[in-house]
């Protein structure tokens, strides 16, 4: 079990680039979250899938992202036309079954839109 | 989901006990009480979650009161490692939506 890695750490782009995130989540973890944190904020909820399907997406999740996990295991996130707001931590998040105490996060992805 | 207030930072010495309090007026039948911690620069990190009473497990110690409108969570002996962002959720642990929904929690500053 090597645990939730997300790929890259840090990115830097400029404003209207696109970038796309990967999380590979612990291996036979069924569930996989997707979270952004700003600075002195708690993190906040983006999106949740299970297995393949998505089933769960946050308003926050504006029409310029777009998340997928095509088979089930690795995910990917996408910003389009990023934006200054869009500045933030993004973490991910798997789990084997529901509940609250059960979702193992990853290091997180810190990108700044310059 | 049950709204959730904490004090935003707290400041204690290593080997003290570090007890931090979180309000839940509004906490439903089916909801639990589930704390993480998290490191800077790390995502967070489930420590104890409780429904009544007291839990303890080899981190910390959770108490919960009668009518559940509150709860703390204590750090006995605090190092300065313990140094990090506590975060108190609640809810239905056992519903279909199981996202985390974090408030701005307690900043814990632990000091030689």
């Known amino acids: 079990d090597t645990g939730v890695s997300q790929d890259p750490r840090h990115k830097i782009t400029k404003r209207g680039q696109n970038v796309t995130f990967r999380c590979d989540p612990i291996s036979e973890h069924n569930r996989l979250y997707w979270y952004r944190q700003t600075l002195g904020q708690g993190p906040e909820f983006l999106t949740y899938f299970q297995n393949e399907a998505q089933l769960e997406k946050s308003r926050l999740l504006s029409d310029r992202f777009s998340a997928e996990r095509p088979k089930g295991s690795f995910s990917t996130l996408e910003i389009q036309r990023t934006e200054q707001g869009d500045s933030a931590m993004y973490l991910c998040?798997?789990?084997?079954?529901?509940?609250?105490?059960?979702?193992?996060f990853g290091p997180g992805t810190r990108l700044l839109v310059l | 989901l049950a709204k959730t207030t904490q004090p935003i930072s707290m400041d204690s010495y290593e080997g003290q006990e570090v007890n931090i309090t979180c309000s839940h007026n509004n906490i439903a039948t089916n909801d639990y009480i589930t704390w993480y911690q998290q490191f800077p620069s790390q995502g967070p990190r489930f420590i104890i979650q409780g429904y009544k009473t007291k839990v303890t497990n080899e981190v910390a110690s959770l108490f919960i009161p009668a009518d559940r409108k509150s709860s703390t969570l204590s750090l006995p002996r605090v190092s300065l490692s313990d140094t990090a962002v506590y975060y108190c959720l609640v809810g239905d642990s056992y519903s279909d939506t199981d996202k985390l929904i974090f408030g701005t929690g307690t900043r814990l500053q632990v000091f030689p």
């Open positions: 998040a798997s789990s084997s079954r529901q509940g609250l105490e059960t979702q193992y």
